[in-house]
């Protein structure tokens, strides 16, 4: 059992930055892949970014020059900075980890960006 807790989440204007949070706890095993998915209305589910246990790195093409995903490995955490925000980035974000064949979610978080 994995639970993820998300955190960092809210409204932003045009221009803003936000740092999302998302810790997992539970049975974890060590190499695995973290990351987020978003989805904004009407719209299907989007992957965002992963980073895999060494630290490799995946990034949608919309976000790469404006987003940073990074992990501790250490408190099994991984977190997503949002720079430049549009308004097309307002979405419900969603944690994902992935580990011995088993795919785990986070409830989401939402992320408003609008003046």
């Known amino acids: 059992q994995v639970q993820l807790v998300e955190s960092g989440g809210g409204l932003v204007q045009p221009g803003g930055s936000l740092r999302l949070s998302c810790a997992a706890s539970?049975?974890?095993?060590?190499?695995?892949?973290m990351g987020w998915y978003r989805q904004a209305p009407g719209k299907e589910r989007e992957l965002v970014a992963s980073?895999?246990?060494?630290?490799?790195?995946n990034y949608a093409g919309s976000v790469k020059d404006r987003f940073t995903i990074s992990r501790d490995n250490a408190v099994n955490t991984v977190y997503l900075q949002l720079n430049s925000l549009k308004p097309e980035d307002t979405a419900v974000y969603y944690c994902?980890?992935?580990?011995?064949?088993?795919?785990?979610w986070g409830k989401g978080t939402q992320v408003t960006v609008s003046s």
């Open positions: 539970g049975s974890i095993f060590s190499i695995n892949v």
């Open positions: 980073i895999n246990s060494g630290g490799s790195t």
């Open positions: 994902v980890l992935s580990t011995r064949g088993y795919t785990y």
